[in-house]
């Protein structure tokens, strides 16, 4: 290399010390074994997040959790919606992709609604009959749209 006039060149590395790489928190981390969402923003385990502009935002400090879709797919997957948000999450549906992969347990009467999605392979429909240990419940208050864990004992 020497003998080559690469040594004033920005391609040639001149050191060959040890590059530290800062840890990125994990989007497996960002849902505890108790079902609390952590935000490490604040520092507060919460229980429940809010879903505006379809984006994940802390209920404590109103950050964005980045991944929290990934983090609720790899912990369960499932997702319970009451009878009265189905307009809200077909229209989750159609304008976004974050719940894609995800389970949707609905009842019977709203199946024929959400067919589409599970033909494209979307989501997936699960009967409302079966008993779920753990699952995301999917409720408004007013004009929020709010998802919370929820586990059976």
């Given amino acids: 290399?020497?003998?080559?006039?690469?040594?004033?060149?920005?391609?040639?590395?001149?050191?060959f010390g040890l590059k530290k790489k800062k840890e990125k928190s994990s989007f497996i981390n960002l849902v505890s074994r108790e079902g609390k969402i952590r935000c490490f923003f604040c520092n507060k385990e919460l229980d429940f997040v809010f879903l505006e502009n379809f984006?994940?935002?802390?209920?404590?400090?109103?950050?964005?959790?980045?991944?929290?879709?990934l983090a609720f797919?790899?912990?369960?997957?499932?997702?319970k919606g009451e009878e009265v948000n189905y307009e809200i999450l077909l229209k989750i549906l159609e304008y976004s992709h974050i719940f894609d992969g995800y389970k949707l347990v609905l009842p019977l009467s709203l199946k024929d609604f959400f067919?589409?999605?599970?033909?494209?392979?979307?989501?997936?429909?699960?009967?409302?009959?079966?008993s779920y240990k753990e699952y995301l419940k999917l409720h408004t208050d007013k004009d929020r749209v709010i998802l919370s864990f929820f586990r059976k004992i």
Avoid: A, H, P, Q
């Avoid at 797919?73 to 997702?79: A, D, P």
């Avoid at 033909?119 to 009959?129: Q, Y």
């Fill in 115 to 130: 067919l589409f999605y599970e033909e494209i392979g979307r989501i997936s429909i699960l009967s409302e009959n079966e």
């Fill in 55 to 69: 984006r994940f935002m802390c209920s404590n400090c109103g950050t964005e959790l980045r991944d929290l879709d």
């Fill in 73 to 79: 797919k790899y912990f369960n997957g499932v997702i």
């Fill in 1 to 15: 290399i020497e003998n080559y006039e690469f040594r004033n060149s920005w391609f040639v590395r001149k050191s």
